[in-house]
């Protein structure tokens, strides 16, 4: 059971020698293609304003951003990609202020505080007496301040892991208090020396008259979780700088994910195995449309996102656990990505309570393709769970470190395979802003079905490291990741190693390397990467489907493809992956694929349907995929008998090869 303690102690080690080594090569990593906006709001006599709503658009119109001022008058928008906006600012009491026209500058927090001026008593009446001081922690409706703040913040999707999953979370503002003299005329700590150039143009004031502005200067949020720096670099977050849309209730999100894959074994039924991203060769697919967004007022906090297309149906079958018992859990679920509710606590740095089906980020690969550097991740992601149900914990002592501890039905289920639930959780840290760390580590859980006594250890840890980024030249950005994954199981006839007893070993150990560069303003980019698994028992090996066959049948029986302990399975893969991403909503991608297992594992030219059943015109599931199959279709038993084919065509066998080669082009949309 030290197991993941000690991997995650020696990942940490490793980390804090990577960063005594390499400050030089982080160097060109500073430059930031971001700016954001943040001042104060104040009435006359210089009177702090709380409660404001602050509107911020794009001079063109095609961005829209709200925030609040908080118990000090305090507003603040980030991640804004530079251009012209306008900013307008609404409370009670005073007439509606504007500015017309302002300039935001990459890597500058430009400084515009709001004057709201009296209500002339003679033309309008008198005004609502000023709010009562509120807390740190709430605003004029009651909200939480900073609830909204981040709302704002780029989507921080599998994922979830490596931001706050899948959107990044509200924190406590009650370290704020109102700005230090001089706080906004200095640079922020992180990036003293970057060239940035001051506004080009001075800013027009709400009020005429009014003393001009600060002149811009970079500002840093150093109390929201993950907000200090541009995070859009790593694998398995969106690369999202703005939201097209959001409110003080809702903020929706849309994701389209098309896909035509060719598989050069060309299967007569169009069927892929081995994946859980592709399922249909050689045909335009849906693999997902997800329709959903993110819910918070007065710190609730409620996600929901749909899966519908092949997701729908693939995603289930992997999950063995809601053959259990009755109501049809894999109807109940399918077609929900995620789904849960939940409560932010204003302590530290912000702590969030959720319950439902949230995502996993084991395997460092966001579930959502469009997050990823790569469309098919290599074994290490894929054959690990997207998914869990469950209470999800999530507590930020810092700005730059995230513990989420787990308490789930097991590994990647909607229901418990068996009577023990599993524990489990994840360590997020982001100690400089070209360092990312991502240890998860499962265990307790008996996840095997009609193995109730077999119990699973695994621990996944990850880190990426951008090590240049200069926006100037052609060559914008390059970034690495590596993850490495250790599992076993025990008991009920396995063992984590050979046993005296002769209990086969059922273990995993797997690893997978991915290098990304951008080009032209991160407007192409190219990954090449692949992976590498070693699993003797096959009990994380996604099931080919096979006459039907699901993981749920699997338990039972697997006649072709068998899940015998001591059977191997020992896999590798590489793919190049070219991506043309014109605007921050879209990704046309262009990957190929080389796939090789040690044992006939993938879909070949004949395909894994059995043929006609009882005169049906065509090959189809016979509905018993636990027996073997006739070549009339007929089912021929969980065992072969000598003859048990003799009168129906003798048996069928499944079309499997060890190499497996794709290509296949993609079009994301992510709003």
């Known amino acids: 059971m030290k197991t993941p303690f000690l991997l995650a102690a020696a990942v940490l080690f490793a ?181 940035f150039p001051a506004n080009p143009a001075p800013q027009e004031q709400a009020q005429a008259g009014a003393a001009p502005a600060p002149p811009a200067t970079p500002e840093v949020d150093n109390v929201t979780p993950f907000a200090d720096y541009d995070w859009t670099w790593l694998n398995g977050n969106p690369r999202n700088h703005d939201v ?32 859980s991203e592709l399922f249909r060769a050689n045909e335009i697919q849906l693999e997902q449309l997800g329709l959903g967004g993110d819910f918070h007022w007065d710190n609730v906090r409620a996600r929901f996102m749909t899966q519908f297309g092949g997701y729908s149906t693939a995603t289930i079958r992997n999950d063995g656990s809601y053959s259990k018992g009755q109501w049809d859990l894999a109807d109940a679920d399918r077609y929900l990505a995620e789904a849960y509710g939940g ?57 730059h470190l995230k513990l989420e501890p787990w308490i789930i039905n097991g590994w990647q289920s909607y229901a418990s395979a068996n009577s023990r639930k599993g524990l489990g959780g994840q360590i997020k840290w982001t100690p400089k802003p070209w360092f990312n760390l991502v240890s998860n580590n499962y265990g307790l859980g008996h996840d095997d079905l009609y193995a109730p006594q077999r119990n699973r250890l695994h621990t996944d840890n990850s880190f990426e490291f951008k090590f240049y980024e200069n926006q100037t030249k052609f060559i914008s950005k390059n970034a690495l990741t590596f993850t490495g994954d250790l599992g076993c199981e025990w008991g009920d006839g396995v063992s984590c190693h050979n046993s005296k007893n002769g209990n086969p070993k059922q273990s995993f150990i797997g690893y997978m390397i991915y290098e990304r560069t951008w080009f032209k303003h991160d407007t192409y980019a190219i990954t090449f990467g692949g992976g590498q698994i070693n699993n003797p028992g096959r009990y994380l090996v996604l099931i080919p489907p096979i006459n039907g066959e699901s993981a749920a049948s699997a338990a039972i029986n697997s006649p072709y493809f068998t899940f015998n302990p001591g059977d191997p399975f020992k896999a590798w893969d590489t793919s190049v992956t070219f ?41 189809t599931n016979n509905g018993y995929p636990t027996q073997y199959v006739c070549n009339d279709g007929t089912p021929a038993g969980m065992t072969l008998a000598p003859g048990a084919c003799s009168g129906n065509g003798g048996v069928w066998y499944p079309d499997l090869k060890k190499n497996e080669i794709l290509l296949d082009i993609d079009l994301m949309v992510k709003f």
């Open 15 to 195: 980390t804090s020698t990577i960063q005594a080594q390499t400050p030089a090569v982080a160097v060109e990593s500073k430059p930031v293609s971001v700016g954001g906006i943040t001042g104060v709001v104040r009435g006359p006599d210089k009177v702090s304003v709380a409660g404001a709503t602050i509107t911020i658009t794009r001079a063109d119109g095609s961005g829209l951003w709200t925030t609040i001022s908080d118990a000090n008058g305090i507003y603040s928008v980030s991640n804004l990609a530079p251009g012209e906006y306008r900013v307008t600012s609404q409370a009670d009491g005073f007439p509606d202020a504007s500015i017309a026209s302002l300039q935001i500058v990459a890597g500058k927090a430009t400084r515009i505080d709001v004057a709201m001026t009296a209500v002339d008593a003679k033309a309008s009446p008198a005004p609502s007496p000023a709010p009562a001081p509120l807390s740190a922690s709430t605003n004029a409706a009651g909200q939480n301040t900073f609830d909204r703040l981040i709302r704002r913040q780029p989507v921080m999707s599998r994922n979830p892991a490596l931001t706050n999953p899948p959107v990044a979370e509200p924190v406590s503002t009650a370290s704020l208090g109102a700005p230090p003299a001089g706080a906004f005329d200095k640079p922020a700590a992180a990036t003293p020396d970057l060239p």
């Open 244 to 275: 097209a849309f959001d409110s003080k209730f809702f903020t929706p999100e849309i994701r389209a994910d098309l896909t035509y894959t060719y598989d050069f074994n060309h299967p007569v039924d169009n069927s892929m195995g081995g994946s």
């Open 343 to 399: 409560y932010h606590i204003n302590w530290m740095h912000g702590m969030n309570i959720d319950a439902g089906i949230f995502m996993s980020y084991i395997g460092l690969f966001s579930y959502y393709n469009y997050d990823n550097w790569a469309y098919q991740p290599s074994y290490v992601s894929s054959n690990t769970p997207w998914f869990f149900q469950g209470i999800r914990i999530q507590i930020f002592p810092t700005h």
């Open 579 to 619: 991506d043309y991403m014109p605007r921050q909503w879209i990704t046309f991608r262009f990957e190929g694929d080389y796939r090789h297992a040690n044992v006939p594992y993938w879909s070949g030219a004949g395909g894994v349907t059995p043929p006609a059943f009882l005169g049906s015109a065509t090959g």
